[in-house]
């Protein structure tokens, strides 16, 4: 046989075996990628089945807290005591070093809400820290009427304290009904 035959027959066979080889080679790079992609959507679908579930579970959990939330929460205005937003407004006083007079005022705001008028004397920044820790408080209080005044007698202004007095009104929640009412 001639160097070109043999040749020839070599090519023949070695064209069809590297063709071959390159796409066993492509079809495992494939099956990887692919292997690969499979598994994070395994890894997916076992995170949101764990999802689905906690959702279901803290969904019971509220259906059954519901009642008893419903139960506590719907004379939330008829609860909440006077005298516990007067023993939080003279506490708060009590932190900054201040004396405050308290009262419900009565008669209430157009809004509903119940109000209540309040007074006190101390260093301005004192009445000013007071205030904006009032308003930011749990009670979420808000104020109708906010004053801060100089004394006009000479021996008070010399002590340095000043004068501040107002109202303020805590909102009331709406009840259940209303606010399912509101949803429809």
Known sequence: MSLRRTAFFAALAAVPALCWLGSIQGSIERRGSARTRLESIDAVRSRQQRNVAERDRLAAAWADFRAFADDKLGDLDYALNPLLVQSHVV?????????????????????????WIFSGRARYRQAVSFLQDLENSALRARFDRVEINLPLDPAER??????????????????????AGGDE
């Open 158 to 179: 010399a002590s340095g304290l000043v004068r501040f007095s107002g109202v303020l009104r805590v909102p009331e929640l709406p009840t259940t009904e209303a606010a």
């Open 91 to 115: 506490d708060l006083g009590a932190e900054h070093g201040i004396e405050v007079d308290i009262h419900q005022k009565e008669g209430g705001s157009a809004a509903g809400a119940r109000s």
